[in-house]
């Protein structure tokens, strides 16, 4: 089996974007998960709406501020250059590795290490994304190297990392 490394953007390493952020595919993907209203931009209240699905609990004056930082423009949105400046931002690998687990975490609702089909089913429900649990099952499937019918941490960081069409990707 071989890999390959994707071309860093110039200005940049692999290790200066998060594991989950290594191609413009991607980094769209999750922009477009964001952007509720399919307008090109990331309001304020779709922000705190993302942020609030994910079970954090930020003030309106954290919002506010957050909003500040990243829309440097100056717009009252976030465009894809904005949010990919944010998402390039966490250069530091140890935080990519926390975001990574915190990502995970979400996903694992029961906190047993593992994302079962129904736990990746209501989450993407609660951010909005339609999709059935066998959906579900069959994205699971598609990363599932032990064949345990879950996804454990390994495995989504493998998964993270690949390069997936968007479509497989949890």
Not at 3 to 21: C, I, N, R, W, Y
Not at 31 to 44: E, L, M, T, V
Not at 103 to 122: T, W
Not at 140 to 169: C, L, Q, T, W, Y
């Amino acid at each position: 089996m071989s890999t390959t490394t994707p071309t860093p953007q110039p200005g940049t390493t692999k290790e200066a974007s998060p594991v989950f952020l290594e191609n413009m595919d991607q980094l769209q993907t999750l922009f477009n998960q964001f952007d509720a209203n399919k307008d090109g931009k990331i309001s304020a209240a779709e922000l705190g709406d993302v942020l609030k699905a994910m079970g954090s609990n930020y003030t309106e004056e954290e919002l506010k501020r957050a909003m500040e930082d990243i829309d440097t423009d100056k717009d009252g949105f976030i465009n894809l250059s904005e949010f990919s400046s944010l998402c390039r931002s966490s250069s530091d690998a140890v935080t990519a590795a926390s975001e990574l687990r915190d990502a995970f975490d979400l996903y694992d609702q029961d906190k047993n290490g593992l994302i079962s089909a129904s736990e990746l089913h209501l989450v993407l429900n609660r951010l909005g994304m339609t999709c059935s649990v066998d959906d579900c099952v069959r994205m699971i499937r598609s990363v599932d190297s032990d064949r345990d019918g879950n996804v454990n941490f390994e495995e989504f960081k493998k998964m993270m990392s690949a390069s997936m069409p968007s479509n497989d990707r949890i």
